[in-house]
């Protein structure tokens, strides 16, 4: 009852919605009006809205008009992969103890971690660069993928953390009462029942990862086979002759991965990213 | 119950040792995170904070003292610079909120189709950030961009027009795109506290004929307060911090009309190569950053007692 809105309320809901995702999605139809467009239509002037000859051409040729294009993807999907897996083995154990145990320091050192997200590699891009060059990663996918991990520590363990403490301590505890160690709980009780946290958290990794390439990217390394998609691209900009349409189609393809993973999980990776939002 | 206080009382013996494994096996856990971010993260910041008292460069460093800071402080450039980071930055916080929690209480209006309204809000989060300025590169463009195209096609301007290419519509153009990036989480986190609040309160209202304005003022508002201001300063420290955006639409320019504090930073040090200078940007960084989330950390303190969190 108090939720019924009368009409001219309801019309006007949806037309405020449809300004304000407009707004959201303005350059992704723009993107994509551009990638069907023929590259010779895209210059015309004065400028057209409505081509008629639209065609998805420009998703062939842009494999040939950027031969690394695939490697490119790849190159971020094994990145972000690889973030995500390393992430994961430091963040479940450090989550696990702020979830559960007591111990000295226990919310300076969360605080620390939490100070972490405070920074963007950029303020620290000098001195890291000097590290990587010590350890010898400069110019490979561990330039990329050693700096991600450290930057989505921190995220990982806020969101597990919460996740974990939902589950109910009897069960651990039922556990120690038959005798199992510490370790033996966490992997045979803990982590089972986690497994949808896991799933989430490490979605939510995978996307931060994906997104997160382009500065250490551009920065720690030359090699363009190794250049994950964003920054490949970039590079492909300052090009002579750009073929728009078709950067257009490469950058909607390379997205295409994180998109899906998204809207296969969003209910849960949205509730999961947001659960801080809410009182309990 | 007299028989479980009993059975914890039988045991006193064995707390105190089981405290201290729990210690040491919570830092053992803690540890492989802690030192990885510790070599990453840490000890470069040490390092930025000594590289800032020299003239680092290709070529090898010599201790300077404070002479990068001292340079800094009479650089009225820099002075300019830290303005325009902190005017940027309002602007771009000020309407991500305001977009947000309108955006917010649109996805909250129970109408058919909400849960799609509310997938399609998130694309610009989930994406790559310099994915989307691609896109946003070819929007501001004069020649074949929609902005510029459907504006003269309405007879609003008469030739194209470059958004990208003057100081004040480039400064503009870029506070649009970071909203833009910024606007889907702000919202996210909007809806999610307004859904969490108690329906009751809204009912009682309703009950006594407040308006849905008057509900909206007094009871949506004061309720997800604490929410706003985490997103007020989370945002702030995100928009501080932004470098793609700024980077691909203009790379500071034209003429130094969107150069951010990190902008600044990241032309010192890895385009110039000027690594002692770019350090002591850096550390100024740093300190701008430790006084927000310092601030940050009091309000939500005092918030945390006032709304009685628990």
């Known amino acids: 009852m108090m939720d ?159 996740y974990l403490e939902k589950i109910p301590r009897e069960l651990e505890e039922a556990a120690f009462v038959d005798g199992a160690s510490r370790l033996y709980t966490l992997r045979r009780v803990v982590l089972p029942l986690a497994v949808p946290g896991l799933i989430v958290v490490g979605t939510a990794i995978f996307i931060g990862a994906y997104a997160q390439q382009f500065l250490f990217a551009i920065t720690f390394n030359q090699q363009r086979e190794l250049q994950p998609l964003p920054a490949g691209l970039f590079e492909f900009v300052g090009y002579q002759s750009v073929t728009w349409n078709e950067m257009m189609a490469a950058a909607l393809t390379g997205v295409l991965p994180v998109m899906l993973i998204f809207l296969f999980l969003q209910k849960y990776l949205v509730a999961g990213l947001t659960a801080g939002a809410v009182k309990e | 119950m007299a028989e479980l206080t009993a059975d914890i009382t039988a045991t006193p013996k064995k707390r105190p040792r089981l405290k201290v494994n729990e210690s040491v096996f919570a830092w053992l856990l803690i540890a492989p995170a802690m030192i990885f971010i510790g070599v990453i993260v840490a000890w470069p910041l040490v390092e930025t904070v000594r590289l800032s008292f020299t003239n680092a460069n290709l070529g090898g460093e010599e201790w300077v003292g404070l002479e990068n800071y001292r340079e800094l402080a009479d650089s009225r450039r820099f002075h300019q610079t830290i303005g325009r980071t902190f005017t940027w930055m309002f602007f771009s916080v000020c309407l991500k909120l305001v977009l947000g929690l309108i955006g917010a209480t649109l996805l909250n209006a129970k109408v058919p189709g909400k849960a799609l309204f509310r997938v399609l809000v998130m694309p610009p989060w989930v994406i790559p950030i310099a994915i989307g300025m691609i896109g946003w590169l070819w929007l501001y463009n004069g020649h074949f961009g929609i902005l510029s195209g459907t504006a003269m096609r309405l007879g609003i301007i008469d030739g194209p027009f470059e958004f990208l290419a003057y100081k004040n519509s480039a400064y503009w153009s870029t506070v649009v795109a970071d909203v833009w990036v910024g606007v889907p989480m702000v919202t996210l986190f909007f809806l999610a506290a307004m859904q969490g609040v108690p329906t009751d309160l809204y009912e009682a209202a309703y009950v006594d004929g407040a308006s849905r304005w008057y509900r909206f003022r007094r009871i949506t508002i004061p309720q997800i307060f604490p929410v706003i201001v985490s997103m007020m300063l989370l945002s702030a420290i995100f928009t501080f911090n932004s470098f793609e955006i700024i980077w691909i639409l203009t790379e500071g320019g034209p003429r130094s009309a969107t150069t951010t504090l990190i902008i600044d930073t990241y032309k010192t040090a890895i385009g110039n190569f000027k690594f002692g200078e770019g350090a002591a940007r850096a550390v100024v960084i740093v300190i701008l950053l430790s006084l927000f989330s310092l601030t940050y950390l009091f309000i939500l303190n005092r918030l945390n007692k006032r709304f009685g969190s628990k």
């Open chain 1, 4 to 162: 019924r809105y009368p009409l001219w309320l309801t019309a006007f809901i949806y037309l405020c919605i449809l300004v304000f995702l407009t707004f959201v999605l303005l350059p992704f139809f723009e993107m994509f009006m551009a990638s069907l467009r023929p590259l010779e239509h895209l210059f015309r002037s004065p400028y057209q809205f409505w081509s008629d000859d639209f065609s998805f051409r420009a998703y062939v040729q842009m494999w040939d008009t950027v031969p690394l294009l695939g490697r490119y993807i790849l190159n971020s999907v094994y990145i972000a992969g690889m973030v995500t897996g390393i992430t994961m083995i430091f963040v479940i154990p450090a989550a696990y103890a702020y979830a559960r145990l007591e111990f000295p320091f226990k919310n300076l050192s969360l605080g620390i971690f939490l100070g972490v997200n405070m920074f963007t590699g950029a303020v620290l891009l000098i001195p890291l660069y000097r590290v990587l060059q010590t350890l010898g990663l400069l110019n490979t996918y561990w330039a990329m993928i050693v700096p991600g991990i450290a930057f989505l520590i921190p995220t990982g363990i806020w969101l597990l953390r919460s």
